[in-house]
């Protein structure tokens, strides 16, 4: 039988919840970020037409 000598310290453990809680967190803003992509992807959600902006139009910008 092999006998492992292991200490794992305090700040090892904060350290591995640390780099847990940042991987979800990235994990996260990156579904945010492609969500509405992917919705497209899956079929879920159609494109939405682009409507004007509202101060274009009252400026008299609009190339209509």
Do not use: C, H
């Not at 039988?1 to 591995?16: H, Q």
């Not at 492609?34 to 008299?60: C, H, Q, S, V």
């Amino acid at each position: 039988m092999t006998i492992v000598l292991a200490y794992l310290d305090p700040g090892s453990g904060s350290m591995i919840l640390q780099i847990i809680a940042g991987g979800l967190a990235a994990v996260a803003v990156t579904a945010k970020l492609y969500w509405r992509r992917l919705m497209k992807f899956l079929r879920i959600r159609k494109d939405e037409p682009e409507t004007a902006n509202p101060a274009d139009t009252a400026r008299g910008t609009d190339s209509g």
